[in-house]
C-alpha cells in the first residue's frame, strides 16, 4: 500500500514550487483511509484523531518536492521501476521512502489509545530550496510543537544534531587612483585582509558530533581595468555554523575580526539545530534500535526552520540523494515504518 503511493508519488514530477499533483496524491491517500488532511499551499497536513489537550505534541514531518533529474540518468526517472528490491526514480531515496514510511507510522497509531502524545504529520512542499511556502508557511499553523521526527535518509541512524547556513556578502571600499603613481586605497587590498582575518579565525566552541563551525571565501570581485585602483570589492563567505552557535553569533564573531570591511547576511533563517541525547525520543530510539548510532549531519534540512528540537530519521543513504538512478530498497522503507512506530510507542507509549 505505501509502497504503491510512493511508486505514484515518483511518477508524478515535483520540482520544488511545482508539488500540486503530489499534494493532490496525498490528500486523496490520507481522505481515502477516513481522514481529514488540511491543505495550505503545497503543504498537506492534519492533526490526529486522539489528540488530548495536555500532552506533548509530535510533529511527523517530511517534503515532496524534488531536485531537477540530475544529468546522467540511465533510466526514466519517473518510471518507478522495481528490481532486485531497489525502487527506482527521482524522489525515491530522498525523501520518498522516509515520506511514506512517516505516513504509515501516522496512520498506524494516530488513534492508538497506547500514545499518551499528540501527533500532527505534514508533507511539506520546497525544502529543496528552504523555500517560503513549505514547513515555514505550515508552522504557524499548527499550534505549539514540542518536538519533531523529520523523515530524511539517514541509514536509519539519528541525526541528532544539523549544521546550520549563512551566505555573507562582504565589502569593501577604497579610493580609486592611477596604478602607476600608487594613488588611492585599493579596495582590494582591504578585501584581502578581511579574508585573512577569515581565513585564520577558529571557532572555538567544539561539537562532540559536528564539524567546527567553518568560514570559507568562496567569490572575490575587484577591478575595471590594470591600470586603476580599486575603490570597491566585494566577496562572499559560505559560513556552516554547528549546534552550539546561532547564525547571530556567528556572523558577529566574524564581524569583530573583520575591520576592512562590512559584512551583509543575505539570510539568518537556515539555525544549526540539535536535541539532546537525553531526550524522549532519543533514548527510545536506543531501545527500539541499538544498532544506530547517533551522529551530526552535514546536510541541510527542514529541520533548520523548526525551533524546537528535532531528531532526523529515516530510510536511504543520503549519499543517494541528488544522484543519477536514485533508488532507495524497499527492505529499507519497512524497516523505517517499523522503526517510527517502535520508536513513538517506546517514547511515549
Not at 515532496?64 to 524522489?91: C, F, I, N, Q, S
Request: aromatic share 6%; hydrophobic share 40%; charged share 20%.
Amino acid at each position: 500500500m505505501y509502497v504503491a503511493l510512493l511508486r505514484q508519488l515518483i511518477s508524478t514530477p515535483s520540482l520544488s514550487r511545482q508539488e500540486d499533483k503530489t499534494a493532490d496524491l496525498l490528500e486523496s491517500f490520507l481522505k481515502e483511509r477516513g481522514l481529514k488532511p488540511r491543505r495550505h499551499l503545497n503543504n498537506v497536513w492534519l492533526k490526529a484523531r486522539n489528540w488530548t489537550a495536555g500532552r506533548p505534541v509530535i510533529l511527523l514531518n517530511s517534503h515532496h518536492d524534488t531536485v531537477k533529474v540530475a544529468a546522467g540518468y540511465t533510466r526514466d526517472p519517473h518510471a518507478a521501476d522495481v528490481e532486485d528490491g531497489k525502487l527506482y526514480g527521482l524522489g525515491s531515496n530522498d525523501a520518498g521512502g522516509a515520506l511514506v514510511a512517516l505516513i504509515s507510522a501516522f496512520v498506524a497509531l494516530e488513534n492508538d489509545p497506547r500514545l499518551a502524545c499528540n501527533l500532527i504529520l505534514a508533507a511539506t512542499a520546497e525544502e529543496e530550496i528552504s523555500g517560503p511556502n513549505g514547513i515555514a508557511a505550515v508552522l504557524p499553523l499548527l499550534g505549539p510543537v514540542d518536538a519533531a521526527i523529520v523523515g530524511e535518509p539517514t541509514l536509519l541512524d539519528y541525526a541528532i544534531a544539523e549544521r546550520g547556513l549563512v551566505v555573507i556578502d562582504g565589502e569593501t571600499f577604497g579610493k580609486s587612483g592611477h596604478a602607476a603613481r600608487k594613488e588611492g586605497v585599493n579596495a582590494l587590498y582591504l578585501a584581502l585582509d578581511a579574508i585573512q582575518a577569515i581565513r585564520s579565525h577558529v571557532f572555538t566552541r567544539i561539537s562532540t558530533v559536528l564539524d567546527p563551525t567553518n568560514a570559507t571565501v568562496t567569490v572575490l570581485n575587484s577591478g575595471t581595468q590594470h591600470n586603476v585602483v580599486p575603490d570597491r570589492a566585494t566577496f562572499q563567505i559560505d559560513l556552516r555554523v554547528n549546534e552550539l552557535y546561532t547564525n547571530e553569533e556567528a556572523v558577529g564573531e566574524l564581524r569583530t575580526i573583520c575591520e576592512t570591511a562590512t559584512l551583509t547576511p543575505r539570510s539568518l533563517r537556515l539555525q544549526s539545530s540539535r536535541i539532546s541525547a537525553d531526550h524522549a525520543l532519543v533514548r527510545a530510539g536506543r531501545v527500539a534500535r541499538p544498532e544506530s548510532v547517533l551522529y551530526g549531519s552535514p546536510t541541510l534540512s527542514d529541520q533548520a526552520l523548526m525551533p524546537f528540537p528535532t531528531l532526523k530519521l529515516g530510510p536511504g543513504d543520503s549519499a543517494r540523494s541528488h544522484t543519477a538512478d536514485e533508488f532507495i530498497y524497499l527492505a529499507e522503507i519497512e524497516a523505517a515504518r517499523m522503526l517510527y512506530v517502535r520508536l513513538l510507542l517506546e517514547a511515549y507509549g
